[in-house]
């Protein structure tokens, strides 16, 4: 069964919201998982995005949608959850959940992830770091990165300081067993991922410690994965250097 979509037509109206009149986006009919103790979880809800941050989350929400100018964005069949945006986070250095993800409260950056539920938190949050193509949307800082498969709006990031070049072992293409995900890493410091003959479908930066790889795509979310006995496993593939 395919996943739920986001309405093709709403997504050209945001494409659209620019300007000294951007209107806010109000995500509604969703499970939403906050991953805030005093709000908790609510499995029917709506979501309030201002320019970058979140403006509320609760019940009963769209009802002032018009008044608000909003642009609503059914979610029916989905569960929002916090993206995974701290590569410390991705790569379990941090002890606290509140430490792991940016909880969704009025005030907090506007990053998430839309994916089909209901599900609970950890098993959502799971398929955000391993699996982020599964995903129905991704926001990152209030904008629309990844919708329906594609990319919408790349969320710009925060340069590294300088030029990178990176020696390693492990730089060159990867392909998993099945054939269905290349991944080039280059001496750039870059990575470029073709996944089911879809070229460019992640793009970002990596970082190689040890055995380690952790990722920073371009959207905005992190990924890791280790090297063993030459084999690269990463988000559930395994992928060897040809």
Known sequence: MSSPMLDEAVLAEIAGN????HRPLMFVNAAIHTLAPVIGDFPAADLLVGTNEIVAVGTGLHTAAEDDGAIVIDCTGLTIVPAVVDGVAVAGLRV??????????????????LVAGPTSGRSVLEVIIWRPEQAAAIVVDGEI???????????????????RSVESPYLGMWIDET????????ADGRYDETRGGRPHAYQGAFWINGDRIVYRDDLGFWAYGRFTDGVLYHAGYVLRRR
């Not at 606290?96 to 992830?113: E, H, Q, S, Y």
């Open 18 to 21: 620019t300007g000294d009149r």
């Open 145 to 163: 990165a990844l919708a329906n498969g594609r990319r919408v709006t790349p969320a710009p990031i925060e340069p590294e300081p300088g030029p």
């Open 179 to 186: 054939g269905f995900l290349h991944q080039e890493l280059t």
């Open 96 to 113: 606290r959940p509140a430490d792991r993800v940016g909880a969704l409260t009025p005030g907090n950056p506007a990053t998430f992830a």
